[in-house]
């Protein structure tokens, strides 16, 4: 990250790999949230973890899900789910990053309505059919290039 003079950068971070974020850039203000070690996910999850996330107030949250359909965004692990609720009330702004393994797919839980996004960022090998189908829906899709 390229360092800026005049902005506070405090980046909230719920997964164990933090260093090489701390290492990156040192301008940047690093809290680490809390909760109960999940190894599956090298990260924090539980009750305590939500509560941290509920009583914060984030500019921008970008949430990845396991699936989305044309309306929905899921994930199959309820824990994870709560976090990323979390997450998104907390968030003045969302962004969701899938890519396009997870399109048109259903998973046990879900996350929130598309329409709780502000921005839906997908791979370039997203088929034009889903990406117009998630436009017509009036949702805002942006292709990220890799």
């Known amino acids: ?49 939500v509560d941290v996330v509920e009583a914060m107030s984030t500019d921008l949250v970008v949430v990845s899900t396991s699936a989305i359909s044309d309306r929905y965004a899921f994930h199959e692990e309820q824990e994870i789910v709560l976090v990323k609720r979390a997450m998104m ?36 090998r997203t088929p034009e059919e889903a990406m117009r189908r998630l436009r017509e829906s009036h949702h805002t899709v942006e292709v990220a290039t890799m």
């Open 89 to 124: 009330g907390a968030a003045a702004r969302r962004i969701l990053a899938v890519d396009h393994t997870k399109l048109e797919r259903v998973a046990l839980h879900r996350v929130a309505p598309l329409d709780d996004f502000d921005v839906i960022v997908v791979d370039s």
């Open 1 to 49: 990250m390229p360092q800026h003079q005049d902005l506070d950068r405090v980046l909230s971070w719920g997964q164990a790999q933090v260093e090489g974020v701390r290492r990156a850039d040192r301008g940047v203000q690093l809290s680490a949230l809390g909760g109960q070690y999940h190894a599956t996910h090298d990260s924090f999850l539980g009750v305590a973890y």
